[in-house]
């Protein structure tokens, strides 16, 4: 994890998904944290690798590409 500037943010859990978080994290001796930070890194190399993601992302670039030019023009 970069250590410059990091993020605070507040995650709001259902209590049992809370509790099982942190059974998980005593289990793997880590903190919370680490597991949630893991956990979102897998998301984003599994987002990374699927070509449905990435085509979705594409089409999102080209839509507010075409958003911010019609801004700079005005």
Do not use: C, W, Y
Request: without cysteine.
């Amino acid at each position: 994890m970069s250590t410059q500037n990091p993020k605070a943010m507040i995650l709001r859990l259902p209590p049992d998904q809370a509790s099982t978080l942190e059974a998980v994290a005593q289990v793997n001796g880590v903190t919370v944290a680490e597991e949630v930070r893991k956990a979102i890194q897998a998301r984003i190399d599994a987002l990374r690798a699927d070509p449905d993601f990435q085509a979705r992302l594409r089409d999102h670039l080209e839509r507010n590409r075409e958003i911010l030019k019609g801004l700079a023009s005005t």
